[in-house]
């Protein structure tokens, strides 16, 4: 997804936000308990999975309400098919289908549009631990940050493949339009960026923003270099 460029003009008025999901700590449908995972579909519609809750809601634009979309809805955690234990990152791809790192279930479900159950496209075999966050490639691959680094399962597959090998504590990435990832290491308070191939790490091409000092550091050099990067104040 492109963005427009975003500016902030120092001294300028600050933006206000909009509450559009939840606003009170309870496990009723107009509530969240710990929201962590958040994604938009093309209608407006507001995923975010409630971490402390055990389930994923579905906010309509402007409603007060939400609509339950994965789990059981009334905070109980588990493993079937049905239900989740504390999720966190979730996907939302192009056909309205639902990634979600089932972390306390060590698991990748995927919930298609309208479905009450999910099937496991990742980790039947107890290979990722606790995933926080999970992403879908164009051909159908999926990625699973989990302990260890960043894993690759590709379609039908059910052994993934590490692609990025890092042991920190990391809760979200990101990638760009030409394949870099961009993951939040909660540990070290920094953004890396990594350059992949198809298949695995090629180098670590990080760039560190420490909040504190806003300064940014390469970690090492390769060919792929950052054309641009500006810090707003």
């Given at each position: 997804m492109k963005y427009s460029n975003i500016s902030s003009t120092s001294g300028?008025?600050?933006i206000t936000g909009q509450v559009v999901a939840g606003g009170t700590f309870g496990?009723?449908?107009?509530?969240?308990?710990?929201?962590?995972?958040?994604?938009?579909?093309?209608?407006?519609?507001?995923?975010?999975?409630?971490?402390?809750n055990n389930r994923v809601m579905k906010w309509a634009p402007g409603a007060v309400t939400g609509s339950l979309v994965a789990g059981i809805g009334n905070g109980t955690a588990g493993n079937g098919s049905r239900e989740l234990h504390w999720p966190l990152g979730i996907y939302l791809d192009q056909s309205l289908a639902l990634y979600i790192a089932d972390a306390g279930n060590g698991r990748i479900q995927k919930w298609l549009s309208g479905s009450s159950t999910g099937i496991t496209v990742a980790g039947t075999n107890g290979q990722i631990g606790y995933p926080t966050d999970v992403s879908v490639d164009n051909y159908g691959a999926i990625y699973a940050w989990s302990g260890g680094g960043l894993y690759r399962f590709t379609p039908g597959s059910t052994w993934g493949t590490i692609v990025i090998s890092?042991?920190?504590?990391?809760?979200?990435?990101?990638?760009?339009?030409?394949?870099?990832?961009y993951v939040a290491d909660y540990g070290l308070n920094s953004i890396l960026k990594y350059t992949l191939n198809s298949t695995q790490c090629n180098s670590r091409m990080a760039t560190i923003i420490t909040p504190s000092s806003k300064e940014v550091s390469t970690i090492h050099s390769s060919k792929t270099s950052i054309s641009s990067l500006q810090v707003l104040s």
């Open positions: 300028s008025p600050p496990n009723g449908y107009n509530q969240q308990l710990i929201s962590w995972g958040v994604a938009v579909d093309p209608s407006g519609y507001v995923f975010v999975s409630d971490y402390a890092y042991y920190s504590a990391v809760f979200g990435f990101k990638f760009d339009s030409i394949g870099n990832v």
